[in-house]
Structure formats: structure tokens, C-alpha cells
């Protein structure tokens, strides 16, 4: 049951009329009652004005209950006033004051609720309360209020002090009681953008089969074929639109900040934008693949021209939808597509060809946690032996080095064997690879050999190749194509697995089951909450414009429109007990 429902909502206009007068009539202050005075932080969205007095606060009491409602006391409203607005980091926040009349006994604030009666939403940052005896009551919201026109009831806020169950005060327990079972719903209906309902789904909305087949995905979640972990029930239909769409149920609880969905959306596209864009290469190029390093130089902002730059620009404004543009122009100032040239180029236009900067970049890059220490050997399955690698063991015999725990994998063979044919049949020519590493003594990688596994073209069988440092010729050439398909192989795994699948999917569920719950009061809820914030916003922009049909993902990965597939097939090996320190680090040993 919700609480301050409006069933009659025929006598709004009346209502508001009513609670005017009441917030501008300063008679209403008497002798017998006390004044509690506060502060509430309001952070704007671009181009949307605050609320102002259309929002109007209650607060509850923490000491004495009341007992028709069985709720502690509750004050009369006081509308926000006199707002003060200022910038912070190029974001645009209003201080308002409140003055909130109570009956003397009232006690301490324990909890409020706001109501807005604006026609916009606003992000509310923070409260303060102030009572007669100076005590300090503050409330950490960072969540999205809805005008109360779509929500039909009132938000309510509980105070930053934290209460196990059984030591909630009494005045509390109702209205937790009340919050928890609002906030797990009944698993029906398509989600609207104000609901603040945490219910459980599969990933059944990542494929638009209306673009036709080669858009159908599979679900994810609910199978033993495609096991996932669940994420938040919005019920909207799969088949998605030709835009990207900021619309994906979330709720308000979990919603960006205006300022950080400004900066996340740019920094996506920023770094994508050439690749969602289906003509960028003819802004560089006119072939479909690049065929010089000079073609990929130009792709950065220090080469492009201001025609390039503009050009890119109006197309990415025709790509989104008129409020995500604006919100991008509003984060970002500068170029839309801009791509610093990386530091390590800069410095030396040939580094990346050299193996000390591949074996660099493998520790300090993306991906270093891929890495294991060889336990036996040769791996199953793996065609090296001791002769190809004992030579280049900085004067250690096989033995000695193994024993030293000096020689490592980066394997990325046994679980892509299954995917490569029908990545080829899809125009991909990918390879499976292990890529053998000594640790030399001043602690750097030196690779030893790259085994590529591939399909044969005209049986079933899988075929390998050996591949080891050349220094000039064939030899070098051959050597640098296993190195990219190892750093082809690296990346999808970083993104697909490492950043997706094991920092934001799996998260997901663990969010909606602590707000289902977990009350905000819980201690164990307070230690969790800024470890979740924003993910499961992310996340759902993730399913726009990321890991969806047609994504970014499936467009920049060698894996296409198999890459959910495969995380789902690596998902069957995450368990959680191996998440933490030092698990995580004798399973890699």
C-alpha cells in the first residue's frame, strides 16, 4: 500500500490553491509551536527551471507516534523558498530553505516526504534539518523526484542514521515496512519512467528481430543454455528503435545524476562515435578496412580536417535523439569526435611493433588479470613444447623456471574453439590463442611463442600454428599478425568479461535484492549503496547502446553478434567465492 495517494485527483487544482496560502502565510507562526529549519539541495537537469514552491516537504516524527496512522507524527508542509543557485564543477545547484512549524513534544525528524507539484522532475541531492536544540539532521536522497501528477504519491526520505530491524524505533517500523513492499511491486505491467520498482528479468530485450534475422538474440537468463544474471524488470517489448534511447526503465533511485549521465553518454560516444556511425569510414577512407597505419592516424583529432569534424558532427546529431544531444552538448564543449593521439604513439611512432611494449601493455593495460602463472605443462590440448621455449629462458633450464614460477599463459584457446566457425561463416577470420610469457628479472613479460588455433576451410578439424619472435622478413610479419590476434582476443575479453560481465552484470542482482530487502536504514544497505550507484543506470544504457543488436560492442568486436553468447558461456564459470582477495590471486598462482 502506498502512502499519501491521491484517489480524487479531480481537486488537485483546488488542493494546490489551499496549500499556496498556506506556505506564503507568515501569520500561521504562534507562540506555541517550534520552528525547525533546513536546507534542501536541488541539482538541475540543462534547460529545466527547479521546483521552488510547487515542492513542498513534510517530516516525520522519530520520537512520538501517532496513533491513528500508527506512524510517528507528521508536521504540516512547508514549501521550499528563497532558492540560492550556484555552480559547482559546471553543474547548476539550488539551495532552498525550509521552515517547518511543529507542536511542541514533536520530537526529532526521522524521516520526510516531499511532494512535487511542478511539472518537471527534479534531482534532489540532500536535506538538512535543523531543530530548536541545534541538533543536525542530515538525508543523503541523490534520487530523481517525479511530479506527483504521474506518481500519485509522495517520496519518502529517511535521515542518514542507520537501525537494524529489530532496533528500529517504533515510529519507523510502518513506514519501512511500507517502503520495502512499494519497492518490490508485482512482476506485471510495462514499467513507467517515475515507478521505484526492483523486480528481477532475463535479457530478453538485447536482439530486434523486426530488423530481421540477423538481429534475433538469444534470451539470457533462465536456461541452463544460456545461463546470466538477472537485471531490472522494465516489461518493455524487445524491438527497439533506429535511435538510441535514453527511455530504458530505471528506477529513480538509480537514476545518473544530470551531470553524470551527461558525462557518461558523451565520454560512449566519444570514444565509439566512428564506429556508430555506419558512414564514418568514408569520412577517412573509401575501402571497408584500413589499408595503411597512415588511414588509422588520420582517424585522430590532431589529422582531421575542420570539414571531417563538422561532417562527423551533423551526422551524429541526425544518429540521437534531440534531448541526448543536447545533454551531450551540455557535458562537452568541445568536439563530439575527438581522438587524442595515445602518448605512447606520440613518443615513438613504432612502439606499438616493438615486444617489450607488447609485454607492457599486457600488465598495465585493460586486461592484466587474464593472466596466469603455468601451474603444468604443456596445457591441454596446447602443441608447445620444451624445446621451443627452453632458449630464450635468460639462461634458466625449463625446469628451473617452472619451479620459479617464471613462466606464464595468457589463454584465450579452450573457451572460443566452439565460437570460431560460426564467427567465420559470419565473415571473421578469428583465431584462438595462447600466448606463452617468461618473467624476466626486471620484472617485465618477454612473449616466447603464440599458438593460433583456427578451422580448417575444408574439414571439421581445428588446425594450429606455432608462432615465434621474428626479427625481420616473413618471420616478422607473421609474428606481428599472432600478436594482433592475441591483442584482438585480449580486448573482447576485457570488454565482454572482465568490465560487463563480472563489474557491472553480475552486480545487478545483488542491487535489486539489498532495495528489495534492505532497508535505506540498514547499516549493511549504507556500506553497499556507493558501491552501486549508477551502475544499474549504466547498465541499462548498456542494453541501448552497447551490447545490443547492431551495438557497439557487436560492431567494434571481432565477435559480432556472437559476443553475448560468449559471455553467457563464460558466465558458467564465475562463481562468486572467487571474487576476493586472496581467491582471486591463488586461482590466477
Known amino acids: 500500500m502506498d502512502y499519501h495517494r491521491h484517489p480524487c485527483y479531480s481537486m488537485q487544482e483546488c488542493y494546490n490553491a489551499v496549500q499556496s496560502r498556506i506556505c ?24 529545466l527551471s527547479g521546483p521552488g514552491k510547487s515542492a513542498s516537504l513534510q517530516i516525520y516524527s522519530l520520537t512520538e507516534m501517532d496513533p491513528n496512522t500508527m506512524k510517528g507524527k507528521l508536521s504540516r508542509k512547508a514549501c521550499l523558498k528563497q532558492g540560492k543557485s550556484s555552480k559547482e564543477n559546471g553543474t547548476k545547484i539550488t539551495t532552498y530553505k525550509i521552515k517547518l512549524h511543529v507542536e511542541p513534544g514533536f520530537g526529532y525528524p526521522g524521516a520526510f516526504v516531499i511532494e512535487n507539484n511542478h511539472k518537471n522532475r527534479f534531482f534532489l541531492q540532500s536535506a538538512t534539518l535543523v531543530t530548536p536544540e541545534n541538533k543536525v539532521i542530515h538525508f543523503d536522497c541523490r534520487s530523481w523526484v517525479y511530479p506527483i501528477k504521474k506518481t500519485r504519491a509522495s517520496r519518502v526520505f529517511f535521515s542518514n542514521t542507520c537501525y537494524l530491524p529489530s532496533q528500529t524505533p517504533a515510529c519507523l517500523v510502518e513506514l519501512r515496512k511500507e517502503e520495502l513492499q512499494n519497492l518490490r511491486g508485482e512482476g506485471t505491467g510495462e514499467r513507467k519512467e517515475w515507478d521505484r520498482i526492483y523486480d528481477y528479468d532475463v535479457y530478453d530485450d538485447l536482439g530486434n528481430p523486426d530488423k530481421g534475422p540477423d538481429h534475433v538474440r538469444p534470451v539470457l537468463g533462465g ?33 545518473c545524476s544530470p551531470k553524470k549521465l551527461s558525462e557518461f553518454i558523451a565520454n560512449a560516444i566519444q570514444a565509439t562515435a566512428h564506429f556508430l556511425l555506419p558512414e564514418a569510414k568514408s569520412l577517412t577512407h573509401d575501402s571497408t578496412s584500413f589499408e595503411s597505419f597512415n588511414e588509422i592516424r588520420d582517424l585522430y583529432s590532431d589529422n582531421r580536417s575542420p570539414v571531417m569534424k563538422g561532417t562527423a558532427t551533423e551526422k551524429m546529431k541526425k544518429l540521437l535523439p534531440a534531448e541526448l544531444f543536447k545533454e551531450i552538448s551540455h557535458a562537452s564543449k568541445q568536439d563530439h569526435i575527438k581522438f587524442p593521439l595515445p602518448q605512447i604513439i606520440r613518443a615513438n611512432e613504432l612502439a606499438w611493433s616493438l615486444d617489450e611494449e607488447f609485454g607492457r601493455q599486457m600488465l598495465a593495460g585493460t586486461n592484466p588479470t587474464r593472466i596466469q602463472c603455468l601451474r603444468e605443462f604443456p596445457p591441454q590440448g596446447s602443441f608447445v613444447t620444451k624445446s621451443d621455449i627452453e632458449q630464450n629462458l635468460a639462461g634458466l633450464s ?38 606463452f610469457l617468461f618473467l624476466r628479472n626486471d620484472a617485465t613479460l618477454k612473449p616466447l611463442v603464440i599458438e593460433l588455433s583456427y578451422p580448417d576451410s575444408f574439414s571439421n ?12 622478413g616473413i618471420d616478422r610479419a607473421l609474428w606481428q599478425l599472432a600478436r594482433a590476434h592475441v591483442a ?19 552486480v545487478e542482482p545483488f542491487i535489486i535484492a539489498t532495495r528489495r530487502q534492505l532497508s535505506v536504514m540498514h547499516p549493511v544497505h549504507r556500506l553497499l549503496d556507493p558501491h552501486f550507484k549508477d551502475t544499474m543506470h549504466i547498465n541499462a544504457l548498456a542494453r541501448n547502446m552497447l551490447i545490443n543488436s547492431g551495438g557497439i560492442l557487436e560492431t567494434t568486436l571481432f565477435t559480432g553478434k556472437f559476443s553475448m553468447e560468449l559471455s553467457s558461456e563464460l558466465y558458467k564459470e564465475w562463481r562468486f567465492d572467487h571474487q576476493a582477495l586472496p581467491s582471486d590471486l591463488i586461482k590466477r598462482q
Open 488 to 506: 584482438s582476443n585480449d580486448s573482447a575479453y576485457h570488454q565482454l568479461i572482465s568490465h560487463w560481465l563480472h563489474t557491472h552484470a553480475v
Open 398 to 435: 625449463f625446469e628451473q623456471a617452472m619451479n620459479q614460477w617464471r613462466i606464464f599463459v595468457l589463454d584465450h584457446h579452450d573457451y572460443l574453439l566452439p565460437f570460431l566457425r560460426k564467427m567465420m561463416s559470419d565473415g571473421v577470420c578469428p583465431c584462438a590463442t595462447r600466448t
Open 461 to 472: 578439424e581445428m588446425r594450429c600454428w606455432l608462432i615465434f619472435p621474428g626479427k625481420e
Open 24 to 47: 506564503n502565510n507568515p501569520q500561521e507562526e504562534t507562540s506555541n509551536r517550534y520552528i525547525i529549519n533546513g536546507k534542501v539541495v536541488i541539482e538541475h537537469s540543462p534547460g
Open 223 to 255: 536456461s541452463d543454455s544460456h545461463p546470466y544474471p538477472r537485471r531490472v524488470r522494465t516489461g518493455r517489448p524487445a524491438t527497439q528503435n533506429e535511435t538510441i534511447n535514453l527511455d530504458t526503465y530505471v528506477p529513480p533511485d538509480e537514476r
